[in-house]
């Protein structure tokens, strides 16, 4: 059995993609940018830098610097998510079970601090969690393994005895590419076929309910 858990946040503790989606749709909307949404599946999971640079023209980076666009658009989804924020379906119970069976548990997310302190407060989960690494704690976000590496070596173990749970492309690149044990894959963010076809994941569930017992993992 695996000593730690690795959870990705955005779309694997809750189901926020949609949210996200909203966000930028205010955000780009602000500054005139109509095609977003054509580029948006291939940045989930990636850095706010590498997202703001994918979306936005260069001009208006130039012109208002990537860290108060970052701001802008985080302070909008706090704002439209907080009224309804809930974690994925079973992860409560999840985390219950992890913690007894002394298996600690970690955030790995390339999301800023204020996003994951305001996730694991708004869900109630905080007390579940040995380490938090977000991506303004790192040089490097998803899809480079520095965020998992740090999660892993935060709670004093081995990338291989580590599981580490993802909804997108970046993480799971990042979680393989970290040495991980295991990278189960949830269906929040891409179905399940798109996930099939199209990475490298040892396990597919929907939501936390699929994983009955710590010993599954």
């Not at 610097?65 to 974690?87: D, M, S, V």
């Not at 996003?115 to 704690?137: E, H, Q, T």
């Amino acid at each position: 059995m695996i000593k730690a858990a690795l959870f990705d946040m955005d779309g694997t503790l809750v189901n926020n993609t949609k949210v996200h989606q909203q966000a930028f749709d205010v955000f780009c909307t602000r500054y005139g940018v109509a095609d977003w949404q054509e580029k948006f599946d291939a940045v989930i999971g990636m850095g706010n830098d590498d997202i703001m640079r994918h979306l936005l023209p260069e001009e208006i980076i130039q012109k208002k610097g990537l860290p108060a666009l970052a701001e802008e658009k985080e302070a909008i989804y706090r704002e439209i998510y907080a009224p309804t924020i809930q974690p994925v379906k079973g992860l409560v119970e999840l985390l219950k079970m992890l913690q007894a069976a002394g298996i600690r548990c970690a955030v790995g997310s390339s999301g800023c601090k204020k996003n994951v302190d305001f996730v694991l407060d708004k869900c109630g989960i905080d007390s579940y969690f040995d380490a938090r690494i977000s991506g303004d704690m790192v040089s490097h976000c998803k899809p480079h393994p520095e965020i998992y590496l740090t999660a892993a070596k935060t709670l004093g173990v081995k990338p291989e005895e580590c599981v580490v749970f993802e909804d997108a492309g970046a993480g799971f690149e990042a979680a393989r590419r970290a040495g991980v044990k295991q990278v189960i894959a949830l269906t929040t963010s891409f179905s399940r076929e798109h996930i099939e076809q199209s990475f490298e994941v040892d396990r597919i569930i929907t939501d936390f309910c699929d994983i009955k017992t710590p010993e599954e993992l």
